[in-house]
């Protein structure tokens, strides 16, 4: 095979991939997932947003390559019905966010504090009000949601069916790993621009950044929704 062939062979694969990131189903499941992760404005540091969208990218990746060498070597195909199912699965999941994304910002919006203190005639008062409680952690799993994503959609027709047409096998799974490096710079790259984005919003207003991620929720049920009924 000539040089120039092999080239723009892992170019597609490679400018595919990076396209492929920015699924739409992808944007909102990642920031969906991001978004239930903490209040604490330090989880949008660069830094933790790019190991967010990184992990899910891995995820991603880890089973489109899974299915190709299946495909390649050992000649087993993806039931048709896996894909189908794949993505019923990720709408369930977009409007499950959505929900908690909406949960979380009651639950943790306002609680009843009640605290004493002494008045000019040092007696004690016992009184409540409103106040807003600390931020708490959630373990997700943006790899597991990339794995899924891996199996709906676009992904096998983008990345698997190319393979076939190949006559080497090897070339056919590079293929497909240059698609998978292309999906994870892409969504590294949108990791660092949302998490400054959200970085930006919550440094200049609580209220502006829950309005953001009520936002966020109703977009993540929205989409969920569409998986379900198309």
Partial sequence: MEYSTLYSILSLGFGLGLLHALDADHIMAVSSLATTNSEDKNTWSGRKMLWF??????????????????????????????????????GCLLIGLGFWIIWNIFKNSITLEVHTHKDDSDNELVHMHLTTPGTKQHNHR?????????????????????????????????????????????????????????????????????????????????????????
């Avoid at 710079?185 to 502006?208: E, Y």
């Fill in 53 to 90: 969208c990184t992990r899910w990218a891995m995820g991603h990746g880890a089973t489109l390559l899974s299915l190709t060498i299946l495909f390649v070597f050992a000649k087993i195909e993806l039931p048709p019905i896996a894909p189908f199912l794949a993505e019923k699965l990720i």
């Fill in 142 to 230: 943006p790899i597991l949601i990339g794995m899924t994503h891996g199996l709906a959609g676009s992904a096998p027709v983008l990345a698997i069916i190319p393979v076939a047409s190949q006559t080497n096998a090897y070339l056919g799974v590079a293929y497909v790993f240059i698609f998978c490096i292309g999906v994870i710079i892409s969504m590294m790259l949108f990791g660092l621009f949302f998490g400054r984005f959200q970085n930006w919003v919550s440094g200049a207003s609580q209220k502006l950044f829950q309005i953001s991620r009520l936002i966020i929720a109703s977009v993540s049920i929205s989409f969920g929704t569409y998986w379900l009924i198309q």
